[in-house]
């Protein structure tokens, strides 16, 4: 077996309020059960990132904690080393918006400049979105496509032509209702979605864990999660149709 | 009769009777539906009710209907045979329907004792000019809802702000920055040391976005709760009563040995705050905390019911914060726990990333409620041991041993009218 991976959680305090730390629990138990040695690094403004990580991670939070978390990772800067050495980013809802060039706060929408690791920027959007999402994870198929999460959301996100998108949105709003959700630049991912979004497609935590590897990893077979993601797709598209009736 | 009660008066009949159809097809206690055919006749009926009272509100994410009916359980010692003067909400319906619903079964008191949601408080302010209002705490709760507990708070200040001297005294936990935020816009504060220890939903000063700094308490080197804000000077107010090594402090330094009938440390801190506005109330401790002991199962909270051979234990947990405290207090071996998403439990159930399942190693977990199979997941992910009966029936039918179940709100509701409690 190889070196320990690191995990690490940034800034949980300020990017945690949608279950974000769920996608660092389900990253070190997938490495866990294929018998990879983990160590989870969670980091709090005021002390630096390690760069050592093999996986940072990025969560939800509300205006002000997007604004101080933005600050604190500018003047630390170890983010962008990590991106440089080719760890594995996900950032999700409030941390996608920080990753991109610009984003928006408060009811006067002041524009905050971002890290800029993604070429995405985001605005307040007309309404904000908040229910289940379901889209199609790009360039994947078989059952591992499906994306399923819950989106709250209230900026709406436009791309660049720096980035591709993750997915297109089978029911949901997504980046900003022009069918297309998250956003991809070499190991960064952006998304919207929490759930959190790992704990819910599996596929895409072994899709970060194989990033930061740069190495296969062998499936894991766990029927719950299958029938977890079964249930949601169902039930989901079914209140959907009905609603649209 | 003026034609402003006697309009309240129709309102309150038609109310009375569209309740009593609601009971009869079975569909609860007819409360909210009263409220509601109340408020369409007479959308003024809430303030019409309120005048004239001296009325007491409590709220907060958690803990509010026991700290009610602490409250009202020492008022009620203290009316004695008077003890009719008093009306609460005792079933927990704390939206304007609701309140207007609970007041009208009991026109003829003049004491209201009520459990207010946090986005009521700001109206009840305004209406009802309450003698005293108690602020427990602010978390995450239902974020598909209120996305912004900080709007919460600021909704309180305004409210406060605007009422000036004509407003409330305000009972509010000294260990939440943003309850004392809030509280600060009052006229004049009792501060509680509630020896609070969730503070992951505080991490920013609610006055100038700054980090706070948390300490958390240590019993071993007797470090006290602290915090304080690292850009001005917000910081934690020093308590007139407080919370010690499960005794409650009064701001004469007199110790209480609480002696409650209802378990958990956080019952205590609910206790204090109760204590504190029962005295505003002109209630003696005394004779206050007699009757907060005969408070055992508000709302069904911590109730012991029967399903068919089964004796369960009903515990109530609706976010992060909640769970923390109803976790320690399930001992059986074998725990139920009930998860649903309906609007009243919050459609998004990413918290459940959020509370310490792995604290439950080693015991046997049921996992029910709609939501049942996101649990499965995440008992999956702590490597507890479990098992995923979706229906509530099937999941408490033949224990042998008493279980303790923890639900979310709606199926909690649902375990009460079936287990009758």
């Keep these: 077996m190889s070196k320990r991976v690191e995990v690490v959680l940034i800034y949980q305090s300020l990017l945690g309020l949608y279950g974000d730390r769920g996608n660092a629990t389900v990253l070190m138990k997938r490495l866990a059960w294929r018998g990879y040695e983990s160590v989870l690094t969670a980091v709090e403004p005021g002390h630096p990132l390690p760069d050592t990580g093999d996986v940072y991670l990025l969560g939800g939070g509300e205006d002000a904690a997007q604004v101080t978390a933005v600050r604190a990772l500018k003047a630390d800067g170890g983010l962008y080393r990590a991106v440089d050495r080719g760890a594995a980013v996900l950032a999700v809802c409030a941390g996608y918006q920080i990753v991109g060039n610009s984003f928006t706060v408060g009811y006067k929408d002041e524009v905050i400049s971002g890290l800029g690791l993604l070429d995405i920027s985001t605005t307040r959007g007309p309404v904000r979105a908040v229910g289940e999402i379901i889209s199609r994870w790009n360039g994947r198929d078989g059952n591992d496509q499906w994306l399923t999460g819950f989106e709250n959301h209230g900026g709406y996100t436009r791309l660049g032509p720096g980035v591709k998108p993750l997915a297109s949105v089978e029911i949901g709003i997504g980046n900003c209702s022009d069918g297309s959700e998250g956003a991809v630049a070499g190991t960064v991912i952006g998304t919207y979605p929490h759930g959190p979004i790992l704990a819910r497609n599996p596929a895409l935590a072994d899709h970060i864990l194989e990033l930061a590897l740069k190495r296969e990893l062998e499936p894991l077979v766990h029927p719950e999660i299958n029938k977890l993601r079964r249930q949601r797709l169902r039930r989901v598209r079914r209140s959907h149709a009905r609603s649209a009736r | ?421």
């Excluded at chain 2, 409650?260 to 004779?287: D, H, K, Q, W, Y």
Aim: hydrophobic residues 40%.
């Design chain 2, 1 to 421: 009769m003026s034609i402003s009660t006697a309009r309240l008066s129709a309102a309150t009949y038609a109310g009375r009777l569209a309740g009593a159809a609601s009971r009869l097809a079975g569909r609860g206690t007819g409360a909210s539906i009263r409220g509601k055919v109340m408020l369409k006749l007479d959308p003024s009926a809430l303030s019409k009710l309120l005048v004239g009272k001296r009325i007491a509100i409590v709220s907060g994410t958690n803990g509010k209907t026991t700290t009610t009916h602490f409250l009202a359980a020492a008022l009620r010692e203290s009316l004695g045979p008077d003890a009719n003067r008093l009306v609460h909400n005792a079933d927990g319906a704390n939206l304007h329907h609701g309140l207007a619903s609970a007041l009208s079964e009991h026109p003829e008191a003049d004491i209201a004792i009520l459990e207010s949601d946090e986005r009521v408080v700001g109206d009840l302010i305004k209406l009802g000019r309450p003698e005293v209002l108690v602020l427990l705490n602010f978390s995450r709760d239902q974020l598909d809802r209120h996305h912004e507990i900080k709007s919460l708070g600021r909704s309180w200040r305004t409210a406060l702000t605007q009422a000036g001297t004509a407003g409330p005294v305000v009972v509010a936990n000294a260990d939440e920055p943003l309850v004392v935020w809030a509280a600060m816009a009052a006229k004049e504060v009792v501060w509680v040391d509630t020896a609070t220890t969730w503070t992951q939903d505080s991490s920013l000063c609610p006055e100038c976005d700054a980090s706070l700094i948390r300490i958390q308490p240590d019993p071993r080197s007797g470090q006290d709760a602290d915090w304080y804000c690292t850009g001005c000077g917000l910081a934690r107010p020093k308590g007139d009563y407080r919370v010690e090594s499960g005794t409650i402090v009064d701001h004469t330094e007199h110790v209480w040995d609480p002696q409650l009938s209802v378990p958990g440390v956080f019952n205590i801190s609910n206790a204090a705050c109760a204590l504190a506005a029962a005295e505003l109330m002109g209630v003696e401790p005394r004779t206050a905390l007699a009757g907060m002991r005969r408070v055992t199962s508000p709302a069904g909270r911590f109730a012991t019911a029967r399903f068919g051979t089964t004796t369960a234990r009903l515990l109530l947990a609706k976010n992060p914060a909640g769970w923390a405290e109803a976790l320690p207090l399930a001992q059986s071996q074998t725990v139920v726990l009930a998860i649903d998403s309906a609007a009243a439990d919050g459609r998004d159930v990413s918290w459940l990333w959020d509370v310490e399942y792995e604290r439950l190693a080693g015991r046997s977990v049921i996992a029910t409620g709609r939501r049942a199979q996101d649990l499965a997941v995440r008992l999956e992910y702590a490597e507890v041991d479990y098992r995923c009966i979706p229906d509530l029936g099937d999941a408490l039918a033949d224990h042998p041993e008493p279980v303790d179940v923890i639900a979310t709100y709606t199926p909690f509701q649902r375990l009460r009218k079936m287990g009758r409690v």
